[in-house]
T-cell receptor
Framework: GENVEQHPSTLSVQEGDSAVIKCTYSDSASNYFPWYKQELGKRPQLIIDIRSNVGEKKDQRIAVTLNKTAKHFSLHITETQPEDSAVYFCAASAGGFKTIFGAGTRLFVKA | DAGITQSPRHKVTETGTPVTLRCHQTENHRYMYWYRQDPGHGLRLIHYSYGVKDTDKGEVSDGYSVSRSKTEDFLLTLESATSSQTSVYFC?????????????FGPGTRLTVL
């Protein structure tokens, strides 16, 4: 069935450094790729998304890139801050309403 | 946060007992979902609904059933709870839009089965 793999499972960076989280998907029909952030004890919330007709999207310190040929997409966070510490989930959706989530990346930003 | 509530927020129960979790939305979104979240597994889809009385199975549906008699309510039932169903359960809603199918999550229910 459809699958989304996410790496790394844990990422520790120094404040001010960049963080990169990578995902691969299996369903070539996937055309919508959201990223969710979940702070400790909270619900997941959308932080950025990208559609398959776009290769890159940026929103302030976060950006997402998509390589449809390789079925890869990545989240980039620049100038990390302690409040970026959270679990991040990538996901892929094949045009319908079902979304497959990656297993999550726990990001630690050390002050 | 979108208008999604879950009840109860916490529950402790014993193996073999039935449990029902409720998700309530005020957004009039068509699609509703139940996920479970476990360490190392991310969010796994249990069941989803694409309209009143229209439901289908997700990837981890064994031992769970759902019902949706009204647009705003989606119930998840564990007919006979087992320890393996100890988890955090999230409800989510979405609406089909040209820009994508963003899902909005409820606050979660922490279920412990002893």
């Amino acid at each position: 069935g459809e699958n989304v793999e996410q790496h790394p499972s844990t990422l520790s960076v120094q404040e001010g450094d960049s963080a990169v989280i990578k995902c691969t998907y299996s369903d070539s029909a996937s055309n919508y790729f959201p990223w969710y952030k979940q702070e400790l004890g909270k619900r997941p919330q959308l932080i950025i998304d990208i559609r398959s007709n776009v290769g890159e999207k940026k929103d302030q310190r976060i950006a997402v890139t998509l390589n449809k040929t390789a079925k890869h997409f990545s989240l980039h966070i620049t100038e990390t801050q302690p409040e970026d510490s959270a679990v991040y989930f990538c996901a892929a959706s094949a045009g319908g309403f079902k979304t497959i989530f990656g297993a999550g990346t726990r990001l630690f930003v050390k002050a | 946060d979108a208008g999604i509530t879950q009840s109860p927020r916490h529950k402790v129960t014993e193996t073999g007992t039935p449990v029902t979790l409720r998700c309530h939305q005020t957004e009039n979104h068509r699609y509703m979902y139940w996920y479970r979240q476990d360490p190392g597994h991310g969010l796994r889809l249990i069941h989803y609904s694409y309209g009143v009385k229209d439901t289908d199975k997700g990837e981890v549906s064994d031992g769970y059933s759902v019902s949706r008699s009204k647009t705003e309510d989606f119930l998840l039932t564990l007919e006979s709870a087992t320890s393996s169903q100890t988890s955090v359960y999230f409800c989510a809603i979405s609406e089909t839009r040209a820009s994508g199918n963003e899902q909005f999550f409820g606050p979660g229910t922490r279920l412990t089965v002893l």
